[in-house]
T-cell receptor
Framework: NAGVTQTPKFRILKIGQSMTLQCTQD?????MYWYRQDPGMGLKLIYY???????DKGEVPNGYNVSRSTTEDFPLRLELAAPSQTSVYFC???????????FGQGTRLTVV | RKEVEQDPGPFNVPEGATVAFNCTYS??????FFWYRQDCRKEPKLLMS???SGNEDGRFTAQLNRASQYISLLIRDSKLSDSATYLC????????????FGKGTRLSVIA
């Protein structure tokens, strides 16, 4: 049982480049989330989705976009990468709003 | 007041000690509460849910105080392997809003 899978695990981007962070889950969870975690800091919610076709902004959505065309996949798109987006990105999923969340292993992104 | 607040620590305790963490939350309508554990450079993982009547899982005990809006985690007989950051997690304000994470409390268990 794979759970939540994120790719890539590591990436270095140049300022102004774009990329998509992939996230897929095989638990048939409705809720999916993207968080970022800066060194020594807590998790900040970027975007979340309560089901296919539905997405909502979290605390720090600027500079990011998401889509949710299927239950399984929730990619995060970075447009025009900036050094401030250097962080560890975690994707997570949960059965419902009150359900406990399962996390992917994270993507470590550096923008130089 | 922040949605979920925790003392960042670090808490440095010897092996075998008992240590307790508290967490306060601002939304009185919150219904679901959890403690997560995050090891260095790893993803957060669920440690335990927190139920109204309190619950225990081995050396770990979680308590919820709705009146004062705080939850606690007690770790007995600390092991070196308990060294990690412990995240307090509460469900969101309304409807479909997701889980809100505290910034975490760092624990170091020392031999």
């Amino acid at each position: 049982n794979a759970g939540v899978t994120q790719t890539p695990k590591f990436r270095i981007l140049k300022i102004g480049q774009s990329m998509t962070l992939q996230c897929t889950q095989d638990m048939n969870h409705n809720y999916m989330y993207w968080y970022r975690q800066d060194p020594g800091m807590g998790l900040k919610l970027i975007y979340y989705s309560v089901g296919a076709g539905i997405t909502d902004k979290g605390e720090v959505p600027n500079g990011y976009n998401v889509s949710r065309s299927t239950t399984e996949d929730f990619p995060l798109r970075l447009e025009l990468a900036a050094p401030s987006q250097t962080s560890v990105y975690f994707c997570a999923s949960s059965r419902g709003q009150g359900g406990d969340a399962f996390f992917g292993q994270g993507t470590r992104l550096t923008v130089v | 007041r922040k949605e979920v607040e925790q003392d960042p620590g670090p808490f440095n305790v010897p092996e075998g000690a008992t240590v307790a963490f508290n967490c306060t939350y601002s939304n009185s309508a919150s219904q679901s509460f959890f403690w997560y554990r995050q090891d260095c450079r790893k993803e957060p993982k669920l440690l335990m849910s927190v139920y109204s009547s309190g619950n225990e899982d081995g050396r770990f005990t979680a308590q919820l105080n709705r009146a004062s809006q705080y939850i606690s985690l007690l770790i007995r007989d600390s092991k070196l392997s308990d060294s990690a950051t412990y995240l307090c997690v509460v469900n969101g304000n309304s409807g479909n809003t997701p889980l809100v994470f505290g910034k975490g409390t760092r624990l170091s268990v020392i031999a």
